[in-house]
């Protein structure tokens, strides 16, 4: 079956860079059709796209953080990594990777997140 | 990107219908049938339910539907149960610069 899981710090200092890690399994990240997103969800509010990326190493990013985010993956590892830079505690959140689904454009399974929070 | 538009709460009673609305633009829930809603309970990881704007996931009830008219999308709860009380978020997609956008989410009360 399908699972996703998150990985990766539970507390990171300001300005900090954040490093997660999402191990998949019951698909391949070569996959032509299927690719995997990371959304977060700060306690309390609402979900918030971040990136994705594809099989042929297509990526997309949020517009307002991108230029503080990387997306990358690791196919034999069957892992994606998400890193974000310069940390700030307004980023603290339950952050979860997804299965995204082309068809459709549709997460179609998800990890049970990971919270991070962010203080000094 | 700004976010989608959905009332902060919406309640029922049990076996009464509530429909939750998801308010967008030309440049995303009226440009492409790409609508998807998502369950949440507490503490959990969400749910999907709804994707391509009506069609329902295998194990989904059927008493979950969802359709599009203009920048509008709508998620519909028939015969409403406790279980059902939950978040649910909207996301549609918003072409390729831009990418992916929820809604700020929608807390069912079932009463």
């Known amino acids: 079956q399908v699972t996703l899981k998150e990985s990766g710090p539970v507390l990171v200092k300001p300005t900090e860079t954040l490093t997660l890690t999402c191990t998949v399994s019951?698909?391949?990240?070569?996959?032509?059709?299927?690719?995997v997103s990371w959304i977060r969800q700060p306690p309390g509010k609402a979900l918030e796209w971040l990136a994705h990326?594809?099989?042929?190493?297509?990526?997309s990013y949020s517009t307002s953080l991108k230029s503080r985010l990387t997306i990358s993956k690791d196919t034999s590892k069957s892992q994606v990594v998400l890193t974000m830079t310069n940390m700030d505690p307004v980023d603290t959140a339950t952050y979860y990777c997804?299965?995204?689904?082309?068809?459709?454009?549709?997460?179609?399974?998800w990890g049970q997140g990971t919270l991070v929070t962010v203080s000094s | 990107q700004s976010a989608l538009t959905q009332p902060a709460s919406v309640s029922g009673s049990p076996g009464q219908s509530i429909t939750i609305s998801c308010t967008g633009t030309?440049?995303?829930?009226?440009?492409?049938?790409?609508v998807s809603w998502y369950q949440q309970h507490p503490g959990k990881a969400p749910k999907l339910m709804i994707y391509e704007g009506s069609k329902r996931p295998s194990g989904v009830s059927n008493r979950f539907s969802g359709s599009k008219s203009g920048n509008t999308a709508s998620l519909t709860i028939s015969g409403l149960q406790a279980e059902d009380e939950a978040d649910y978020y909207c996301?549609?997609?918003?072409?390729?610069?831009?990418?992916?956008?929820f809604g700020g989410g929608t807390k069912l009360t079932v009463l």
């Open positions: 997804a299965r995204i689904r082309l068809e459709g454009v549709v997460f179609d399974y």
């Open positions: 996301c549609s997609y918003a072409g390729s610069s831009t990418s992916l956008v």
């Open positions: 990326i594809f099989s042929n190493d297509e990526k």
């Open positions: 030309s440049s995303d829930v009226g440009s492409y049938n790409l």
């Open positions: 019951g698909f391949s990240l070569s996959n032509a059709r299927m690719g």
